[in-house]
């Protein structure tokens, strides 16, 4: 099963607006990362935020961490036609080699 | 710098035969870990291997089982393809750490089973 949910499910957005995607876990994490996956291809790993963490700062990427909600926000700003990928939040939990992925935001941007 | 090498790209193969997928990690790491990735689903955690040893092992049963050699790189074996196998297989390594890891992901191997 999934650890984590991504919410919504599929975005689409006109170029230059900005895009947010939320993902919620369900048991305590260590660690949350943001992954980008295009035409089923490979993950690109975009950013790291600790469990001790609230927000973190990447180029156009802001990630938002509240542990209290067991809830995660990725914002990509500026969005350009590049950036149509699916987007995959994954945890990663004390004693636990694995990496937990929720099912994913497809973003689609429209030139 | 290479980063991760899966080989093949893509495979057929019919149900009921067996599959050996290859991984190369990217240089300088030593743990890869095996993910299977349904169409329309994240990634779901196969096993990792640290020091030719599997270290960790998801919820799959016993006809994935794979190995690590002593240049790190990685073989993902699957006996018996069933039908439900079909998916993107996703190879990941990163360097043993005790805090967070970035996983570094290879483009993949899409299996298809017939």
């Known amino acids: 099963s999934q650890q984590g949910e991504e919410d919504p499910q599929a975005l689409s957005i006109q170029e230059g607006e900005n895009a947010t995607m939320n993902c919620s876990y369900k048991?305590?994490?260590?660690?949350l990362q943001w992954y980008r996956q295009n035409s089923g291809r490979g993950l690109v790993h975009l950013i790291l935020i600790r469990s001790n963490e609230r927000e973190k700062h990447s180029g156009r990427l802001r990630v938002t961490l509240d542990t209290s909600k067991k809830s995660s926000s990725l914002l990509i700003t500026a969005s350009r036609a590049a950036d149509t990928a699916s987007y995959f939040c994954a945890t990663d939990a004390e004693d636990d080699y694995k990496l937990s992925f929720g099912a994913g935001t497809t973003v689609t941007v429209r030139a | 710098d290479a980063g991760v090498t899966q080989s093949p790209t893509h495979l057929i193969k019919t149900r009921g035969q067996q599959v050996t997928l290859r991984c190369s990690p990217k240089?300088?790491?030593?743990?890869v870990s095996w993910y299977q990735q349904a169409l329309g689903q994240g990634p779901q955690f196969i096993f990792q291997?640290?020091?030719?040893?599997?270290?960790q092992r998801g919820n799959f049963p016993d006809r994935f089982s794979g190995h690590q050699f002593p240049n790190y790189s990685s073989e993902l074996n699957v006996n018996a393809l069933l039908l439900g196998d079909s998916a993107l297989y996703l190879c990941a390594s990163s360097l043993f750490s005790w805090g967070a890891v970035e996983a570094f992901f290879g483009q993949g191997t899409r299996l298809t089973v017939v």
């Open positions: 048991t305590s994490i260590n660690n």
């Open positions: 291997y640290y020091e030719e040893e599997e270290r």
């Open positions: 240089s300088g790491h030593d743990t």
